[in-house]
């Protein structure tokens, strides 16, 4: 194989860089193999996609290295004129700049871009999810980027991070992790009248029913079943509670008979 065949110069300036041209042969190799037909076509049928979650590089400078515990600590025994800033910086590995900001209250914002939403705004759709749980209708995460799209469509704001006022699926992921009580969960589908069944309504059934049985040989006791087909819906997972163990969700039908 000729491995300077198909070397221009600007290839060559940067092996130059890099070292001696014997030295990077694997660059040479793997130029040879692109121009290849069938590995070339290979490569063009290849979706490259960005990564959802970014990874912080080695050599990058580390930020935010220490927890809000030590922070605390720190601004404590700097006010309190125990440590100074230079030895509270040593002693908790935390920047001076750091302290001396936390410590005369400048730039208390949280570093990066603004989410689209208000933090009040966020708090009272995440309460306003747990109560749609609790009152048996919990919404989907396609619910909550409806209203989502709703509320902006109403207040009037075109949020050029959505398209068309739509939030993504990697917006309602990072919303669960700004509220971690929030979690999605299998519901179970009942109907109206099975939700509006009460703990002494099922007490005050077992009692009639032991006095029915009263006598009663077991084998005289005969339990009928049969089979049919159903409009059953489907499960589908909700927003509900973290630590919910049986979510409902109520419907108008639940596996109910065809007629």
Known sequence: ??????????????????????????????????????????????????????KKKIPSKPYANYTEENLQKAISDIKSKTLTLRQASNKYKISLGTLSRKCNNKNMKKVG????????????????????????????????????????????????????????????????ERH????????????????????????EYFNNLEQTLNNVPPNAIINYDETNLCDDPGRSKVLVRRGTKHPERCLD???????
């Not at 039908?253 to 007629?259: F, I, Q, T």
């Open 180 to 203: 971690p009580q929030l979690t999605n969960r299998l519901a179970e589908n009942i109907k109206r009248n099975r939700a509006n069944v009460s703990h002494e309504m099922i007490s």
């Open 113 to 176: 871009r603004p989410t689209v939403l208000s933090e009040t705004e966020e708090r009272h759709i995440a309460e306003g999810l747990l109560i749609a749980a609790e009152w048996g209708f919990p919404l989907s995460t396609r619910d909550l980027q409806e209203v989502i799209h709703s509320y902006l469509e109403k207040l009037g704001r075109q949020e050029i991070r959505f398209k068309e006022n739509y939030p993504g699926k990697d917006w309602v992921s990072y919303f669960q």
């Open 1 to 54: 194989m000729n491995a300077t065949r198909y070397t221009s110069t600007v290839e060559r300036g940067y092996l130059e860089k890099k070292g001696n041209l014997e030295q990077n042969f694997t660059f040479y190799l793997f130029y040879d193999m692109w121009q290849h037909p069938i590995i070339n076509g290979c490569f063009d049928t290849i979706s490259l996609k960005m990564p959802r979650r970014h």
């Open 253 to 259: 039908s639940s596996k109910s008979p065809l007629p």
